[in-house]
């Protein structure tokens, strides 16, 4: 049997993982979930397993499809009710503060170091890591609370960090104070849902996390569509910060709180399916949480420096799409920036973000044991398994990226829409080397190790903000946010080169790293000419289609097609086992 064969039986097992068991739990009797590694049929532990982590991740997927796509139709409503110009500009700066703020004093933490925690407390304490649990809500709720009320006090000097040019102009600094002390609270109730969402991952309940913002996405939609019917579209009304009423900004505010707590309490349903009781313990002291924090503190720094890069992006972004509206070219600011980059993130996470959410809790408990091989085993499975869909995707932004933003933000203006197109197709291929990344630091995390990650992302930080920088500087303004996001790619290739070394010498000199690479490079051999002819076939009809929506929608419908069918067929011409493997599974799941 040739080297092809016996790599597509691998690629084959490699979607089978993990297996859900229920285990002797609590000292109150109940039971909890967890997973473990096991062999799949006629294979080994270390490279096979079952169809957990698939249905795992299936279930993950489709949660967070469902949760992209409303977040989509979210971001349609919001620039159909706003524009694409400087008043959504006031909006998405005081929407980002909160995020920002939050990941920066505890989310970054929370998402990579305490999961970890909660795994081996699960495994070690007697109660199943229930006490360490609730210790861990017990002081997020304290800490967030208290930075809440700090924040929401001094909304006007984060405006002003935020966007000096903004500050300038009193409407839109009026305005942008009003959204912030509205959309700042929602830092707490970010902090609710991750903790808990945390806490049943590593109990083994996937899916709570990536269902419940949808109903987030369901209320904000609901203020912006009422917002739209009472004051008008901004097409129509032509409404900016100078016209909008306080009555308007209080209904979008108030849509937006309302939405992120709603999301949180969501979560407490679950828990209680998976055993687990909410009791509020201020005991931190000598229980674990000290080595947490320790650990967070390079966490901290990492959150540090990725946020001050967005600091340098937004204002420059919103300084860049002022200048540029005042010369008839909307879409050209941080809103282009984020409705582009919204779209780009989401294959990243629908496939990647699933994919090692369900791996992560057993690679913590391999990196525990010293099984460097089975680490290396996940993360290689990791970057395979998500290469499939995202090297696809990345190109397809690329060929097809003006057509798909045409026909989403329609109601949004032509030119507003055409411009963040432009934005998006600069993003395009920066996808490959951020997913490879996010899959990459996966391993660190698993090792405690915080520190290796803080510093690959100050590289990402500095060269993202100097390539923003020298791209505000040399760029007309209409075209500066989108030699932005070609930065930010960039930026991705260099920190996968520094992770890269890192990770390999940290296992022992093997990441199995000419499977990986060979994936990849066939994986961009089949999407390259699919692409080409796709955006070939896109473009003509573009140019064909008088009306503008048709044209978008033929074009995005026609290119897709031409792209997924020969993309396809050169993966089975180049023999790309992993491409295989997901079609048969596809297959067999239709009943095929």
């Known amino acids: ?35 473990e590694a096991v062999p799949a049929p006629g294979g080994s532990s ?55 703020i939050y990941v920066l004093v505890g989310g970054g933490a929370l998402n990579a170091v305490f999961v970890p925690q909660l795994v081996r407390s699960m495994k070690e304490d007697s109660d199943g890591g229930a006490a360490y649990a609730n210790r861990l809500i017990t002081l997020v709720v304290t800490f967030l609370g208290s930075a809440t009320l700090i924040c929401v006090v001094a909304a006007p000097e984060f405006i002003r960090v935020m966007s000096p040019s903004m500050a300038t102009h009193p409407d839109q600094m009026r305005v942008a104070v009003a959204f912030a002390r509205y959309c700042l609270p929602t830092m707490f109730f970010m902090g609710i849902h ?8 590593a109990r083994g309940r996937f899916g709570a996390m990536m269902w419940t913002p949808v109903l987030n996405n369901i209320l904000i939609i609901a203020s912006f569509g009422s917002f739209a019917w009472v004051f008008g579209t901004a097409s129509r009304s032509g409404i900016s910060a100078s016209t909008i009423t306080p009555q308007g900004t209080r209904l979008l505010g108030v849509g937006t709180l309302l939405g992120l707590a709603v999301q949180a309490l969501a979560m407490v349903p679950y828990l209680r399916d998976s055993g687990f009781r909410i ?29 001050a890069g967005m600091v340098v992006v937004t204002r420059l972004a919103t300084a860049a799409g002022a200048a540029a509206e005042k010369s008839g070219h909307p879409g050209t600011g941080i809103t282009a920036y984020n409705y582009a980059l919204l779209l780009w993130q989401m294959p990243q996470a629908i496939i990647t973000v699933s994919v090692m959410t369900a791996v992560l809790p057993r690679i913590a408990r391999a990196a525990a044991d010293g099984d460097h091989g089975a680490v290396r085993d996940d993360i290689s499975q990791g970057l395979r398994t998500s290469a499939v869909a995202i090297v696809p995707c990345a190109f397809a932004f690329l060929a097809l990226g003006v057509p798909l933003i045409q026909l989403l933000y329609a109601g949004a203006g032509e030119e507003g829409a055409r411009n963040i197109g432009f934005v998006l197709m600069a993003f395009a291929l920066g996808l490959i080397p951020y997913s490879v990344q996010y899959v990459l630091l996966r391993g660190f995390y698993a090792y405690e190790d915080t520190r290796t990650p803080f510093f690959n992302t100050l590289v990402v930080a500095l060269v993202n903000a100097a390539g923003s920088f020298t791209a505000y500087l040399l760029l007309p ?19 996968v080169g520094v992770a890269w070394k890192r990770l390999r010498d940290r296992l022992g000199g093997d990441l199995d790293g000419r499977r990986v690479v060979r994936t990849y490079a066939r994986l961009v051999g089949a999407a390259l000419p699919a692409s080409l002819a796709a955006g070939s076939v896109a473009a003509w009809l573009m140019a064909a289609v008088q009306a503008p929506a048709v044209a978008a929608l033929t074009a995005l419908a026609a290119g897709a097609t031409v792209l997924i069918a020969l993309f396809l067929l050169l993966a089975r011409v180049l023999r790309i086992s992993e491409v295989d493997a997901m079609v048969n599974m596809v297959r067999t799941r239709l009943g095929r």
Not at 10 to 24: G, N, Q, S, Y
Not at 194 to 201: E, K, P, R, S, T
Not at 283 to 307: E, I, M, P, S, Y
Not at 477 to 495: D, E, F, H, P, S
């Open 279 to 307: 009791r509020l313990r201020f005991d931190w002291r000598g229980h674990g949480l000290g080595k947490a924090l320790g650990l967070a503190k390079w966490t901290f720094l990492f959150v540090l420096v990725n946020q």
């Open 194 to 201: 991750v903790v808990m969402g945390q806490i049943l991952n």
């Open 46 to 100: 270390g490279a096979g397993g079952s169809p957990g982590l698939m249905k795992s991740s299936a279930v993950m997927a489709a949660g967070t499809l469902v949760s992209r796509l409303t977040g989509f139709l979210r971001t349609l409503v919001m620039g159909a009710a706003l524009g694409v110009g400087t008043l959504n500009d006031t909006y998405q700066v005081a929407n980002t503060l909160p995020t920002m």
């Open 1 to 35: 049997m040739d080297a092809e064969g016996d790599g597509s039986r691998t690629a084959a097992r490699d979607f089978e993982t993990l297996r859900i068991r229920r285990v002797p739990g609590s000292a109150a009797g109940v039971n909890s979930v967890v997973t």
């Open 477 to 495: 303004a209409r075209w500066a946010v989108t030699g932005m996001a070609l930065t930010y790619g960039l930026a991705y290739v260099i920190c």
